[in-house]
C-alpha cells in the first residue's frame, strides 16, 4: 500500500490509557508498535491495566491530598 505508516510507540501507556480506543485502533487496522508489548493480547492486557491504573490514581491522589490536610491541621493545633 502506497503511503502506509507505522506508529512506533514506547509504552503502551504513552498513546493511551482507553482499553476502548485501543482496541478501535486495532479493529481499523491502524499499524501500530509499542515496544513493550509483543501480540495484540498483551497490548489490550496492558491497555486494561492502564486503563485501571487512571481510575485508582484519582481516588488515591485524593486520599492521601486528603490525609496530608488532616495531618497539617493536627500540627497545627499541636495535637501531633
Given at each position: 500500500?502506497?503511503?502506509?505508516?507505522?506508529?512506533?510507540?514506547a509504552?503502551?501507556?504513552?498513546?493511551?490509557?482507553?482499553?476502548?480506543?485501543?482496541?478501535?485502533?486495532?479493529?481499523?487496522?491502524?499499524d501500530?508498535?509499542?515496544?513493550?508489548?509483543?501480540?495484540?493480547?498483551?497490548?489490550?492486557?496492558?491497555?486494561?491495566?492502564?486503563?485501571?491504573?487512571?481510575?485508582?490514581?484519582?481516588?488515591?491522589?485524593?486520599?492521601?491530598?486528603?490525609?496530608?490536610?488532616?495531618e497539617?491541621?493536627?500540627?497545627?493545633?499541636?495535637?501531633?
Open positions: 500500500m502506497v503511503g502506509s505508516s507505522t506508529l512506533l510507540i509504552k503502551l501507556d504513552r498513546l493511551s490509557r482507553n482499553v476502548h480506543f485501543i482496541s478501535g485502533l486495532m479493529e481499523r487496522k491502524v501500530f508498535v509499542a515496544c513493550e508489548s509483543a501480540n495484540a493480547f498483551t497490548i489490550n492486557v496492558y491497555a486494561a491495566v492502564a486503563q485501571e491504573d487512571t481510575k485508582n490514581a484519582g481516588c488515591m491522589i485524593h486520599s492521601k491530598t486528603k490525609c496530608w490536610r488532616t497539617e491541621s493536627l500540627q497545627v493545633t499541636g495535637e501531633i
